[in-house]
């Protein structure tokens, strides 16, 4: 699971977005997500277990998993006989390793 999970934040990293309101205000925070997603990967739900503290970090949370779909196919080992697959992850805010990622680009 732990292998899949790195691979899904890798995918979201990329495509993680700041909005100018949120940059302008110098808001950082941790949002956890629960996500649900099917053998293909595409997402089936997600739900806002914690907030960032900021509704505009929240909502980004949220819409990017959105952007994102669909994510890495999980193992079929995981999958097994079902037909969804669970788990939370922590999606990070930070504004100096934003403008670090992106500049890697």
Known sequence: MNHLKGLVLGHLNRLKQYSQAALNQKQ???AIIRVSI???GEI???TLLKSSGSSSLDNESLELF???SPLPRPPKS???DRHHLSFVLPIDFNIKLYF?????E
């Open 100 to 104: 670090s990622q992106k500049r890697n």
């Open 28 to 30: 950082e925070g941790r």
């Open 38 to 40: 099917n053998p293909l």
């Open 66 to 68: 959105k952007r994102a």
């Open 44 to 46: 089936i739900s997600t």
């Open 78 to 80: 995981l999958i097994k």
